[in-house]
């Protein structure tokens, strides 16, 4: 028999080309472990899958619909798909993750909903451009517009604050819309603005959330959050039907209590929002080295030279460039202060010795 052990090397310095490299965190992972005690009923008809759910309404202070899916492409596209029929659209911005990173799912899942990609300049949208939108045809032979998804955080790293979000709902309630949040990095965006989850969202006028756990410090699972409950219905039939009800769905749901109970979500958001800033103002002031957007949740993405990029990618880091061009550099929950520390002295020597 060859040895198939993986040598201990696969264990390479820290990177932060994605948020979703980090493993899992102690509090996920216990309550994985304490879930996995003993049998008990699949399909969510169990514990776990009760007491998660109470756990997010609480957070939310809010008699939500709960559900809970593997990721967050499946939770968006049936959230969005419960807002619309066939011949609907969804505004979206142009870096908006279900139009630039889903393969269509959201379309595929709706039966063809079609997202209307409206101009923004730094990956948010702003009540004017989904007006313009919104109200640029109203003819049969036009998609009828029916929701909004925001990103919050967006893909850009920025934040919306709960006036904005405000805003934008108030068009939406104005022109007849359903507003979606896709919160992949939601806790970043509320560790970010100080603020309670309800006034980002059900109070801020967001009828459906996606909650993301994985990018959050989970292992996998995504919470979907209907707080017009209405649009809930069936919806436990649609994620039977795109193959996103777990059978053994305590594990989905058990780690949800683990990061709620003594608020490791937060922290965790805290934390990479900090490590982002860390290096933001390390590396501030060099020449010809600049955040591409404002550095306000868990992301950098630096403007910097070709050359000062491919000296990084020769010292071994990784990275994106894949929105704006820059280097795209996540943080998340388990980021090393020490290794964010040597990624700043690697772009300043890069920079120095341009
Ligand atoms: C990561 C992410 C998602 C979810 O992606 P999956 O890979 O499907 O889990 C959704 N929206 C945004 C903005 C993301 O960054």
Redesign the pocket.
């Known amino acids: 028999m060859p040895d198939t052990a993986l040598p201990l090397t696969i264990l390479a310095p820290q990177q932060f080309a994605s948020d979703n490299y980090a493993g899992i965190c102690p509090e996920a992972w216990n309550a994985m472990h304490e879930a996995n005690a003993g049998s008990v009923p699949a399909y969510g008809d169990d514990p776990w899958t009760q007491r998660a759910a109470d756990a997010l309404r609480d957070l939310f202070e809010h008699e939500a619909e709960v559900f809970f899916a593997f990721?967050?492409?499946a939770a968006?596209s049936m959230a969005l798909a419960s807002l619309c029929q066939s011949y609907h659209s969804v505004i979206c911005s142009a870096t908006a993750?279900v139009e630039t990173d889903e393969c269509g799912a959201p379309e595929f899942f709706s039966n063809g909903s079609k997202l209307l990609v409206a101009a923004s300049t730094d990956g948010k949208l702003t009540p004017d451009a989904i007006r313009a939108m919104a109200t640029s045809r109203s003819d049969i032979h036009f998609p009828k517009p029916r929701a909004v998804t925001i990103?919050q955080p967006t893909?850009t790293g920025l934040v919306y604050t709960i006036d904005e979000v405000k805003a934008i709902a108030a068009v939406c309630l104005e022109l007849g819309l359903r507003l979606h949040m896709?919160g992949?990095?939601f806790a970043n965006a509320c560790a970010a603005l100080n603020c309670a989850p309800a006034d980002i969202t059900w109070k801020a006028g967001v009828d459906v959330l996606c909650f993301?756990g994985?990018?959050n410090g989970m292992g996998v699972g995504e919470a979907i959050l209907f707080f017009d409950r209405g649009l809930a219905q069936d919806f436990d039939y649609r994620c039977k039907q795109a193959g996103q009800l777990a059978s053994k769905m305590r594990f989905l749901a058990a780690p949800w209590l683990g990061m709620i109970k003594d608020g490791a979500w937060l922290r965790n958001g805290h934390h990479a929002n900090a490590c982002a800033r860390r290096l933001a103002d390390k590396i501030s002031g060099l020449p010809e080295i600049e955040p591409i957007f404002a550095v306000q949740a868990n992301a950098v993405f630096l403007k910097a030279p070709e050359s000062v990029l491919d000296a990084l990618r020769a010292k071994g880091w990784r990275f994106y460039t894949f929105i704006g061009g820059g280097a795209r550099l996540m943080f998340a929950w388990d980021a090393d202060p020490a290794r964010v520390d040597q990624l700043a002295a690697d772009i300043k020597n890069a920079s120095e010795s341009k």
Do not use: L, V, W
């Open positions: 990721n967050g492409t968006n993750h990103t893909e896709d992949a990095r993301g994985t990018k």
